[in-house]
């Protein structure tokens, strides 16, 4: 298997809301990452998970919240998030820190209303 | 931190003809250079990628060249299809410290090949 996928494709929440984005790989790779992509716009790096622990957060709200629950899966909890948090959000994974080709997956197209 | 210049932000090529990408970097010691390609509503497709220590990498119709000392990369693609068509994203990557996971990326390129 040499895919990310992730859940749900599209998602819809109010901003009262709680609401969770799942990432697998199962790939054996052993970095995972988040990034938010607006329109017209590079990715942006949320979080990076190295070896399941948490190794980057690039002063993200607290209102996004990761998890890797184990080295195949990747969430991202959502709450109380704002119309701006509406964008795309990409998953992505990497062998290790030395083999870092990141390869993506489809995203969650996410608006909050 | 990194910085990374990509151009043109536009770039409109007739089919068959080549197409080239142009990015800088600022941070001497990023050693990592992928290049992205986005179709409208997909995931960044990783399309080819280089380390530092070579100065060029082809697979089939895309070539990336790098050079350290202008610290530039290129993306160069031949016999340009209209599937071609999408947003090409250049990034670079250090090595030092705990940016071994850190992408910084280009603005991204809109290539347009018409038939």
């Known amino acids: 298997d040499t895919e990310v996928t992730q859940t749900p494709k599209h998602l819809v929440m109010g901003m009262t809301n709680k609401k969770s984005l799942k990432c697998e790989q199962h790939?054996?790779?052993?970095?995972m990452y988040w990034y938010k992509q607006k329109a017209k716009k590079p990715p942006e790096l949320m979080f990076v998970y190295s070896y399941e622990k948490l190794s980057i957060n690039e002063s993200v709200p607290s209102r996004f919240s990761p998890e890797c629950p184990n080295s195949s899966l990747l969430n991202l909890h959502l709450h109380a998030l704002q119309p701006e948090d509406s964008a795309l959000y990409l998953c992505a994974s990497s062998q290790d820190r030395v083999r870092r080709s990141q390869y993506f997956g489809p995203g969650t197209r996410l608006t909050v209303t | 931190g990194e910085n990374v210049e990509q151009h043109p932000s536009t770039l409109s090529v007739q089919e068959g003809d080549s197409a080239v990408i142009k990015c800088t970097y600022s941070d001497s010691a990023s050693n990592y250079f992928p290049w992205y390609k986005q179709e409208l509503g997909k995931r960044p497709q990783l399309i080819i990628d280089i380390r530092s220590n070579v100065g060029e990498k082809k697979d089939q119709r895309i070539a990336v060249t790098l050079n350290k000392t202008a610290k530039h990369f290129s993306l160069h693609i031949t016999e340009t299809q209209p599937e071609d068509s999408a947003v090409y994203f250049c990034a670079a990557s250090s090595a030092s410290g705990g940016s071994n996971y850190k992408l910084t990326f280009g603005k991204g390129t809109l290539l347009t090949v018409n038939p």
């Open positions: 790939m054996g790779h052993r970095a």
